[in-house]
């Protein structure tokens, strides 16, 4: 199982950004995927996640502001970022679990966000 994110970069307050999650080795159909963030002396935290029915969950802090999207033919999720604000800056991580799983057991590298002027 391979979870690889892209979309890495710094961008202005006020700016949008958007990270892909590429996964394979997954039954994609039967995968929930979470887009979760980790900021410098913080714990990592989930903010955004997608079923394979297209139902989303959005933590507060991003609600209205970020959006969760899949497309299963490419096995691909993605988070369109926008209004971005300075502490949005975190490293990004996409984790994958199965629909009967509570937790998360595949875990992407990271790709870093800075919001910054």
């Known amino acids: 199982v391979q979870l690889v994110e892209s979309g890495r970069g710094l961008v202005q307050p006020g700016g949008s950004l958007r990270l892909s999650c590429a996964t394979s080795?997954?039954?994609?159909?039967?995968?929930?995927v979470g887009w979760h963030r980790q900021a410098p002396g913080k714990q990592r935290g989930l903010i955004a996640a997608?079923?394979?029915?297209?139902?989303?969950y959005y933590t507060d802090s991003v609600r209205g502001r970020f959006t969760i999207s899949r497309d299963n033919a490419k096995n691909t999720v993605y988070l369109q970022m926008n209004s971005l604000k300075p502490e949005d800056t975190a490293i990004y991580y996409c984790?994958?679990?199965?629909?009967?799983?509570?937790?998360?057991?595949?875990w992407g590298q990271g790709t870093q966000v800075t919001v910054s002027s």
């Open positions: 997608i079923t394979s029915g297209g139902n989303t």
């Open positions: 984790a994958a679990r199965s629909v009967a799983h509570s937790t998360y057991d595949y």
């Open positions: 080795g997954l039954t994609f159909g039967r995968t929930v």
